[in-house]
């Protein structure tokens, strides 16, 4: 009787999550998100906000071993006029745009937010929320609101009226984790 022969199972290569972002504060929530699904995300910083292109996106998207399959996020405030219109053009990519600020969108981990916002009052919205927030990192608090109210946040996002002020859609790639992790 002649023995089956085994065969190995082909192995699903998981999309690569590419997270073009301008500031600290977005880095080191992306970082949280790298950690808390475990998918492979790359965080490709860009200060300058006014530079994006569809050459420096393919430039950095070089040096990955890249599928069909990767998707690829834009993660800016819309604090500053004209930057929704720079990133409109930037085809086959997925906004994720907070107007004014990504402060907003930890916001809406813990409250409604329904009224227009600049900036500073935004930020010092979050302020009175988190203990001991500071721009550009994220405290024990702020990780434990993120995972605690997660889904809360992504319910109020979607109903604000992008790109309206208040508005983001950082919901987004959360839901294409979600989705990914599966």
Request: glycine letters at 2%.
């Amino acid at each position: 009787m002649a023995r089956d022969v085994r065969k190995s199972k082909a192995k699903k290569m998981r999309p690569i999550f590419f997270v073009f972002c301008e500031g600290e504060t977005e880095i080191a929530y992306v970082n949280y998100l790298k950690t808390k699904y475990r998918l492979p995300i790359q965080i490709l910083p860009k200060k300058s906000d006014s530079n994006i292109s569809c050459r420096f996106i393919e430039n950095c998207k070089r040096e990955y071993f890249t599928t069909n399959s990767d998707k690829t996020f834009l993660m800016y405030d819309l604090d500053v006029d004209g930057v929704l219109d720079k990133l409109a053009c930037i085809p086959d990519v997925t906004l994720l745009v907070s107007n004014p600020c990504v402060e907003l969108w930890f916001l809406l981990h813990n409250q409604e937010c329904k009224s227009e916002l600049n900036t500073k009052s935004c930020i010092r919205k979050y302020e009175s929320v988190s203990t001991d927030y500071k721009k550009g990192t994220l405290n024990a608090f702020d990780l434990q609101l993120f995972y605690q109210g997660e889904d809360a946040a992504i319910a109020r996002a979607k109903k604000l009226n992008t790109p309206g002020n208040p508005s983001t859609t950082v919901y987004k790639l959360l839901e294409a984790l979600q989705e990914e992790r599966l």
